[in-house]
T-cell receptor
Framework: GQNIDQPTEMTATEGAIVQINCTYQTSGFNGLFWYQQHAGEAPTFLSYNVLDGLEEKGRFSSFLSRSKGYSYLLLKELQMKDSASYLCAVRDREASGGSYIPTFGRGTSLIVHP | KAGVTQTPRYLIKTRGQQVTLSCSPISGHRSVSWYQQTPGQGLQFLFEYFSETQRNKGNFPGRFSGRQFSNSRSEMNVSTLELGDSALYLC???????????????FGPGTRLLVL
């Protein structure tokens, strides 16, 4: 099984930088995803990490340390539209039937204020 | 390319009734997964279908079932609805090749179900 922890809520100021942490415990590891979900909408893919290190994609970066069971999502130059829930999801080793099922954390609600 | 579509978008039912939700994946995607999202439990995996076969199942009672058609469209059914089944039901699709190791799931807009 898996256990994924991320803060429930964070607040930040427009233009600032915020780091959202995610820790996980898993019997096997096959990748970590970050999704963004605006209220009332579907989650949208942000990033995928399977090897240690930092993946940068525009204003968003994601970091992974497999030995520590730790990841973070870094959002730079925050904009009001970044106010959303950020979901960390870990994909365990192969489940039955030859597939990989991600387990989602409960999400971090980020509030960006002027 | 059109995204994942789900119908209906909103639904109100009463306890004891049953409901069927529909999902059309992105063209060419053969894997469809269903999730339940609630404020208390977050996003929880229900089941995954690939090539008309259920490939994995989450920890939900037998009242929750699904199927997939030859065109990869999928339906999920919940029988004998309970108040606690009120949730956003999300469908996600991915190509389904290579066991999904490198694949990203793309979510539909969801069906919001309210059970009274």
């Amino acid at each position: 099984g898996q256990n994924i922890d991320q803060p429930t809520e964070m607040t930040a100021t427009e233009g600032a930088i915020v780091q959202i942490n995610c820790t996980y415990q898993t019997s096997g590891f096959n990748g970590l995803f970050w999704y963004q979900q605006h209220a009332g909408e579907a989650p949208t893919f942000l990033s995928y990490n399977v090897l240690d290190g930092l993946e940068e994609k525009g204003r968003f970066s994601s970091f992974l340390s497999r030995s520590k069971g730790y990841s973070y999502l870094l959002l730079k130059e925050l904009q009001m539209k970044d106010s959303a829930s950020y979901l960390c999801a870990v994909r365990d080793r192969e489940a039955s039937g030859g597939s990989y099922i991600p387990t989602f954390g409960r999400g971090t609600s980020l509030i960006v204020h002027p | 390319k059109a995204g994942v579509t789900q119908t209906p978008r909103y639904l109100i039912k009463t306890r004891g009734q049953q409901v069927t939700l529909s999902c059309s994946p992105i063209s060419g995607h053969r894997s469809v997964s269903w999730y339940q999202q609630t404020p208390g439990q977050g996003l929880q995996f229900l089941f995954e279908y690939f090539s008309e076969t259920q490939r994995n199942k989450g920890n939900f009672p037998g009242r929750f079932s699904g199927r997939q058609f030859s065109n990869s469209r999928s339906e999920m059914n919940v029988s004998t609805l309970e108040l606690g089944d009120s949730a956003l039901y999300l469908c996600a699709s991915r190509p389904g090749t290579s066991g999904g190791f490198q694949e990203t799931q793309y979510f539909g807009p969801g069906t919001r179900l309210l059970v009274l």
